[in-house]
Structures are given as structure tokens and as C-alpha cells.
């Protein structure tokens, strides 16, 4: 937390321990977010709008960012694709295959085929659900063409959108006086999504409920 609240001070202190190498320290960040199922919790979205911040200032410059992590995030999303097609492979193993039903698997695969580019390009900017959507995407098979396309797309816009928003916002003097607080806006930003859809679920789980106990 204390590393995810004051990216300015420590990224600070990381350029000019490593030079040029915080562009590899970086890649390999964006890349284990978005490419490996059980590191989430990096720094995503405020990790991008703290780097563009700093390239404002001259530290780091904003067109090497914006080329090495949107491809650090379009290979993460392609290795966690094809874990996730890796264990769908798995799933249909008689052991796994009492835990994970074949009917939920082709399920999965028909939400993708119709919904899924739209999805891979939204959960980009959801935390968590970014690191989950290509490894759901490859459980449920996917077309991976489908799934390269909307995947280079989505993480050219991520990266570019939150790098340059953070080179031409980052340094307004009220937002880098309270950099740790507008990290925290840009965390609360990017659940909000998440957490209206739980919202709208509870709340149309409980009429269900209600409707379901009008006919008993």
C-alpha cells in the first residue's frame, strides 16, 4: 500500500538507481498485471498515470512508455490467454472435470464468441477483472484471432489513454500536491464499474426474490 499510495517518491528514487533500466522494471510490472492470474494486486492504472506524470518532468520519455508497456500488456494478456487454453485442455480431464462442468465451459466459450471483444477491451480499465477476462477468455476457447485483435486495441488504448493523461495532468499543481490522493481517485475510478454492476446484481437479486415470493 505504501508503495501503490506514493509512486512519486518511489519512482523517483528507482530512476536514478537504475537509469534506463526502470524501463524493464516497468515492462515486467504492466506485464505480470496483466499476464499472470495471481498478481492483480500490481499497480495498473495508477502505475501508467504515475509514469506519465514524470515523463512531464523530462525523467522518462513518454513515447518509449507508451510503445514498451502497451506491448508489456498485449504479450501479458497473450500468455494469460493461452494458460487459460492450457487449463480448459486440463478441464476436460475426468479429475478436474468434476469440478469444472463441460456445459459451463461452452457457456463460457459462446459469451466470448458473441460479447468477447467488447469485454477484452472494457476489462482493460477494471482491475482484477483485467488480469481475469484473457485467462476466462481462454478457458471458454475463444478465437484467438477475435481475441488478438480487440487485445492489441485494448492495450494501445489503456496505456495510452492513462500515460498521457498523467504526462498532461500529473504536474497540476493541486493534483501533485496531493499525488497520493488523486492515485486514490484514479483506484476508486477505475472499481467504480465493478462495483455498480455488483450493485445492480444484489439489487436485481433481491426484486427476484421478491417476485419469486409473490407466487409461493
Known amino acids: ?21 526502470i524501463y524493464l522494471i516497468l515492462f515486467l510490472i504492466i506485464f505480470a498485471e496483466t499476464g499472470l492470474v495471481i498478481t492483480p494486486f500490481l499497480p495498473g492504472d495508477s502505475l501508467l498515470f504515475a509514469v506519465g506524470a514524470f515523463a512531464a518532468t523530462g525523467s522518462l520519455d513518454v513515447l518509449w512508455l507508451i510503445l514498451l508497456l502497451s506491448i508489456a500488456s498485449i504479450t501479458g494478456d497473450g500468455v494469460n490467454y493461452a494458460i487459460g487454453k492450457y487449463f480448459s485442455d486440463k478441464v476436460m480431464h475426468k479429475t478436474l472435470g468434476r469440478f469444472i462442468k463441460k456445459k459451463h465451459l461452452k457457456r463460457t466459450h459462446e459469451f466470448y464468441e458473441k460479447y468477447g471483444g467488447k469485454t477484452i477491451v472494457i476489462a ?3 482491475p482484477i477483472v483485467r488480469t481475469l477476462a484473457p485467462f476466462v477468455a481462454g478457458i471458454g476457447k475463444m478465437s484467438y484471432m477475435k481475441f ?19 504526462y498532461y495532468f500529473g504536474n497540476i499543481p493541486i493534483i501533485k500536491e496531493n499525488f497520493s490522493l488523486a492515485i486514490l481517485g484514479i483506484v476508486f475510478i477505475s472499481l467504480l464499474p465493478g462495483l455498480i454492476e455488483y450493485l445492480r446484481y444484489l439489487l436485481q437479486k433481491k426484486d427476484d426474490k421478491a417476485e419469486s415470493g409473490r407466487f409461493i
Open 148 to 166: 488478438a485483435i480487440y487485445n492489441v486495441l485494448g492495450g494501445i488504448l489503456w496505456v495510452s489513454s492513462l500515460v498521457l493523461t498523467g
Open 1 to 21: 500500500m505504501e508503495f501503490v499510495l506514493h509512486f512519486d517518491r518511489y519512482l523517483d528514487l528507482f530512476i536514478q538507481n537504475f537509469g534506463i533500466w
Open 124 to 126: 482493460r480499465f477494471v
